[in-house]
Structure formats: structure tokens, C-alpha cells
């Protein structure tokens, strides 16, 4: 019987995400105290499309927690920390470039946290690469909002030193050091210019594409260790996916993809869970366990074939853009209690 689920590997980037979600809250809090401090035109303009970007952010984080299907809690020294900047922010006796200061050191450590995340995964597995993909985007403008700060800085600094203006230019230097980052960066960090919001067919295609890499890797080891902790994120994953699948999408496309279609995603979803409880039966260690598991990778792949060609062309044709967001966030919503429910359980716990 399988019996382990996570290495502590994963757990550390589950806490390394928790943290990063707890700092962008306070990034978006900040933000709207300096907006409502600010007397500075440009600054303030700047300022609303950070906060845009930030709230954006907040849920490309949320979704990529949910999407990599470990959630913990940020470590308490973050918790602590978060707590004194925030009455640092309240002090009446910090000028406004000292906050500013403050929050530039913070996308800092949000900017490192992010690519050490990055890096950390690439060691991990194929499988945590997919699954933390959308926080790309999160490490570039946090990167780009750091340069941003840096303009910040140099006005309200002169100012507050000789009471004058800064010299001229500092936005073209500005725009000039994220280009050139940008480009330095390389794979690391993507940049990308669509700003909308992830739609249901994204998501989904993110679930799929990483319990594809999940299958390839448990099928190529021969670690037993590695092959429980595979098979225990499979097991999760597969569960959360398709019993928020079966909650908000399904029954959301079935007046315009059919009975009979969704019915048939309800069956294989259906056939696929009860593949999954008798595998939890079989001691990895035998052959009949891969054979198993190749018979399950083939049941999941006919179903992702279905839902990624007839269902996403359903839902193209008759959802809104919005709509289909509206349905990302409540897949999402709903994802995420599945897996804290998974969490609290034996199930959850040992696989």
C-alpha cells in the first residue's frame, strides 16, 4: 500500500508560497496608504498601476497555490515581520520617502523569494515547474515595480534633502534597467504582456499538463520512495481536480455541451477515482503497480483529450471572457477547500 504523500522538499516551497502570498497582501495594503498620501502626479499614476498589478498578482499567487496542491501556512518570522512593517506604515513620524524605502526593500525580498522559488523548483521536478509556471509573471513586475520604487526614491529623496527637483530623465532610466533586466533574466523570469485574467480553460490546462509530468516521472523511477511520492501527488491532485470539476464546471456546461458529453466526463471521472483506491491497494514495489498506473495515465489522457478539444470549444462558443474567468475563480475557490479537506483527512495525510 502506498503510504507516503510529500517530500519535505515540496512542503518547503508550499511554505515558500505561503509566504510570498502573505507579502503581496501587505505590497497591495501599502500601496493603497501611499495612494491616498501621494501629492506627486506621476508618482500617484505609477502608483495605480503598481496596485493594478499587485491585486492582479495576488491572484496569480492564490492560483498557483492551489494549482501546485500543497497549502501551509507562511512561516511565523514572515507573520512577524509583516505585522511590523505594517505599524511601520501607520507611524505618522516616517516622512513619505522612508515608507516608500520600506516598501522598496520589501519588493525586494519578494522579487528574491520569487526567483529562489523558481530555482528551488527546477531541482524538485518536472511536475512543481508546471505547477508554479503562472508565478512567472508575478517575479516580473514585482522586478519591474522595484525599478519603479527606485524612481520613487530619487524624487522624493532630492525633495526631501534640498527641497529641489531631481534632474530629468529618471523615467527613461527607469524604463531602460527593465529592458535590460528583462533580457537578463532570461527563463527564469517571463515576461508578459497579457494582462488578462486566467480564464477556466487556462486553468484546467495547467491541472492537466502538470498530472501529465506527474505520470512520465513516477513511470521513468525507480526509486521507491519517489515512486510514493508521485503516485501520493497524483492521487490528491486527480481528487481535488475532478471533484471541483464536477461542483463548478460541469454542471456550468452541461445546458450547452449536452447530457449525454457531460455525462460522460461524470462516468470517467467516476471510473478514474475508483482506479485510484484500488492502486493505493498495490505495494509499489510490485509490477502490476505501473501496470496500473499506465492504465490509469491512459483512462486520464482520453479524458483530458475530451475536455481540452469538445468541452474548451463549448465553452469558447457560448461563455463571455468574463464568464469564463468568473468560472476560473470559482474552480479555484473550490479547489482549494477540496485540498484543505484532503489535508485535514487520513486520505489526505497517507496515500
Request: proline share 2%.
Amino acid at each position: 500500500m502506498v503510504t507516503t504523500l510529500d517530500d519535505t522538499t515540496r512542503n518547503a516551497i508550499a511554505v515558500k508560497l505561503a509566504d510570498m502570498k502573505l507579502i503581496q497582501q501587505l505590497l497591495i495594503e501599502n500601496e493603497e496608504l501611499f495612494l491616498r498620501a501621494s501629492t506627486d502626479a506621476e508618482i500617484s499614476d505609477r502608483l495605480r498601476k503598481m496596485l493594478e498589478d499587485d491585486r492582479k498578482n495576488q491572484g496569480v499567487l492564490e492560483t498557483t497555490i492551489v494549482q501546485y496542491g500543497i497549502q501551509k501556512e507562511p512561516e511565523p518570522i514572515v507573520q512577524e515581520m509583516c505585522n511590523k512593517v505594517r505599524q511601520l506604515m501607520e507611524d505618522s513620524q516616517l516622512s513619505f520617502y522612508e515608507k516608500i524605502f520600506q516598501h522598496e526593500l520589501l519588493k525586494h525580498q519578494q522579487v528574491m523569494c520569487g526567483m529562489v522559488t523558481h530555482k528551488a523548483a527546477q531541482k524538485v521536478g518536472a511536475d512543481v515547474m508546471a505547477a508554479i509556471t503562472p508565478l512567472n509573471t508575478v517575479n516580473f513586475e514585482n522586478r519591474a515595480h522595484q525599478e519603479q520604487l527606485k524612481g520613487f526614491l530619487e524624487i522624493l529623496g532630492v525633495r526631501e534633502l534640498t527641497g529641489q527637483e531631481a534632474d530629468q530623465g529618471i523615467w527613461g532610466r527607469v524604463q531602460d534597467a527593465i529592458a535590460t533586466f528583462s533580457g537578463a533574466l532570461g527563463s527564469a523570469v517571463t515576461q508578459t504582456s497579457d494582462k488578462k485574467d486566467m480564464n477556466i480553460q487556462d486553468v484546467i490546462r495547467i491541472d492537466h499538463n502538470k498530472i501529465n509530468i506527474l505520470f512520465t516521472e513516477l513511470l521513468q523511477s525507480s526509486d521507491p520512495q519517489k515512486i510514493q511520492e508521485y503516485f501520493g501527488q497524483i492521487y490528491k491532485d486527480l481528487t481535488a481536480h475532478a471533484e471541483a470539476e464536477e461542483e463548478v464546471v460541469y454542471p456550468r456546461v452541461r445546458s450547452f455541451y449536452g447530457d449525454s458529453n457531460t455525462q460522460e466526463l461524470y462516468d470517467e471521472q467516476a471510473q478514474m477515482k475508483r482506479l485510484l483506491e484500488e492502486i493505493r491497494e498495490i505495494d509499489p514495489s510490485v509490477p502490476e503497480f505501473k501496470d496500473r498506473i499506465r492504465n490509469l495515465m491512459d483512462i486520464v489522457g482520453d479524458h483530458i483529450r475530451q475536455e481540452e478539444t469538445t468541452m474548451f470549444a463549448a465553452i469558447r462558443n457560448n461563455l463571455s471572457t468574463h464568464q469564463t474567468e468568473e468560472l476560473a475563480t470559482q474552480f479555484k475557490a473550490a479547489k482549494g477547500r477540496i485540498q484543505e479537506r484532503l489535508a485535514s483527512t487520513k486520505t489526505g495525510a497517507n496515500v
